[in-house]
Each structure stands twice: as C-alpha cells, then as structure tokens.
C-alpha cells in the first residue's frame, strides 16, 4: 500500500518537476528572443541595424499619420519587446497588447509603470475572445509570417476593427533576398559560421507562412478591407551587407531606391499596407 502511494507521489512530483522545467527554458526562450529583438536595432553591422531600425520608424510614422482626435482604442497583435506600444500610447485612450502566451508579453509589462493606458491580453487572434468593432486601430507587425492561418487573422482583425478604422500591416515579403538567404544561413552548422561573422545573437525566424504582395492582398480583400498604401523596404544583398560596411549599406540604399515600384521590388525585405475596414 505505501508503495503504491509513494509511486503516486513519486509521479506527481515528477509530473511537476516536469512543467517547472518547462516554464524556465521556455521564459529562458522568451528573455533570448527579447534580448535579439533590442540587438537588431543597436546592430553593429550597417545592413542589419538600418533593416530593422527603417521598419520601426515606418510604421511609428504610419502610427503618427493615421491617429485622428477621436481614437479611443487601439490594438497591438503581438507587441514583442514593445517598441510600438509607447506610440500607441500617445495617441490612444486605451491601448491593448494581446499575444497567444503570457510570457510573451512579460517583457512588455513593465511599461505599465509608465503608461496607465496599457492593457496586455492573452488571445489567439486567429479566433479571437474580444468582442467585435472594438478597436479604431490595430498594429501587426511581424506577427503574420509566424501564423499558419493568416487569412483567419486577417479577417478576425476586421471583424474588431471599427467601421472606418485601421490596420497597419507589415511582413516579410516570400521572396525577399533576405528571406532566401536565410533559409541557407540558418541551416545547422551554417548558423555558427553567420554568428561568427556577425559577433551578435543570430535566431531562426520562426517564418512558417511567408506571403507574396499578391496573397496579402487577396487576403486582406477577402477580409473586406480597403487598400489605403502600399510600401516596401529592405534591400539586403549577402556578403556585400556583411563585409562592406557603410560602403555596402550605401550601395543597397541607392539600389533599393531604383528597384522600389518596379517588378523586382519583389527582393526587398519588408511590406507594409495601411488598410481601412
């Protein structure tokens, strides 16, 4: 009988030994993914630090442009380390941060001492818990790419905007040079060759659905938004961003300059739509 109990105990201990071990690689996973997030804009390579810094102050000028006296609510799908929410803040009564796992937005919280109006949610916005037209502005960036069912999100996203309200949408376009690149950078054994050039966090991208412009339109169409901008950035070109330096970055500005509204602006990095519900 005792032995029976003690292998009951024994499992039940073992049992939560087992999520305890869980929730530290896992917050261990989230501190990481954090710590690259805040890299990449203090990059000491020219390429990745203008890649990553251009993309923020795009989207924090979209935020700036879009805001109108009457805005009560906005929404962050997937806030990160919350570089956006501080401008969000400003120009919003409410602000709701909302990720599919609450250590994702740990980091984020500490910006509540700071901000009053900042609110964090953990929610699937694939299917949604908030209650429709709930928000006059919603901010995705980088979020899209990491979700299986991105048209699902897309239309949920509508479904909690306001009518006449917005969405401010960037991704990875599918086939970037970046992208591409990657795909080979980051293979095993090949990882730790680009860490070493870079002397810097380098993490896989977690990129499971990357969208040509043609099906984030079809999507956000589908969703029943209208198109208000359409923007590109991001010229990466290997080896000339990681051993020419402020000369490489120089050349890539120049040429992204040339590719951008043409056919083969289709290699640059990131994409961007302002859309209206």
Same mark, same amino acid.
């Given at each position: 009988?005792?032995?029976?109990?003690? @292998?009951?105990? *024994?499992?039940?201990?073992?049992?939560?030994?087992? %999520?305890?071990?869980? !929730?530290?690689? /896992?917050? @261990?996973?989230? *501190?990481?993914?954090?710590?690259?997030?805040?890299? %990449?804009?203090?990059? !000491?390579?020219? /390429?990745?630090?203008?890649?990553?810094?251009?993309?923020?102050?795009?989207?924090?000028?979209?935020?700036?442009?879009?805001?109108?006296?009457?805005?009560?609510?906005?929404?962050?799908?997937g806030p990160g380390s919350g570089i956006y929410l501080r401008e969000l803040a400003k120009y919003y009564e409410q602000v709701t941060a909302s990720d599919i796992e609450d250590l994702y937005l740990e980091h984020a919280k500490i910006l509540t001492s700071q901000h009053r109006n900042l609110a964090f949610l953990v929610d699937d916005i694939s299917r949604s818990t908030l209650p429709d037209r709930s928000f006059d502005l919603i901010l995705c960036s980088e979020v899209i790419e990491h979700i299986a069912d991105s048209s699902a999100a897309i239309k949920e996203m509508h479904r909690l905007l306001k009518p006449g309200?917005?969405?401010?949408?960037?991704?990875?376009?599918?086939?970037?040079?970046?992208?591409?690149?990657?795909?080979?950078?980051?293979?095993?054994?090949?990882?730790?060759?680009?860490?070493?050039?870079?002397?810097?966090?380098?993490?896989?991208?977690?990129?499971?659905?990357?969208?040509?412009?043609?099906?984030?339109?079809?999507?956000?169409?589908?969703?029943g938004f209208q198109i208000k901008q359409i923007y590109k950035s991001g010229l990466y070109f290997p080896l000339v961003a990681e051993f020419m330096g402020v000369a490489g970055l120089k050349l890539e500005k120049w040429l992204e300059k040339k590719l951008y509204g043409k056919r083969l602006d289709a290699i640059l990095w990131t994409q961007y739509y302002i859309a209206e519900a």
């Open positions: 009988m005792k032995s029976t109990k003690f @292998s009951a105990i *024994s499992k039940k201990s073992s049992f939560f030994f087992a %999520l305890l071990v869980e !929730k530290v690689v /896992t917050m @261990s996973l989230e *501190s990481e993914l954090v710590k690259h997030q805040q890299t %990449l804009y203090e990059s !000491k390579n020219p /390429t990745r630090r203008w890649l990553h810094c251009n993309r923020r102050d795009w989207i924090i000028d979209a935020i700036r442009r879009t805001a109108k006296k009457s805005n009560l609510g906005a929404l962050e799908v309200g917005t969405l401010i949408l960037s991704t990875p376009q599918k086939n970037s040079l970046l992208e591409m690149t990657a795909k080979i950078a980051l293979l095993p054994g090949i990882i730790n060759l680009v860490k070493l050039v870079y002397q810097e966090s380098i993490m896989e991208t977690g990129h499971i659905n990357l969208l040509t412009e043609s099906e984030v339109l079809a999507q956000l169409g589908q969703a």
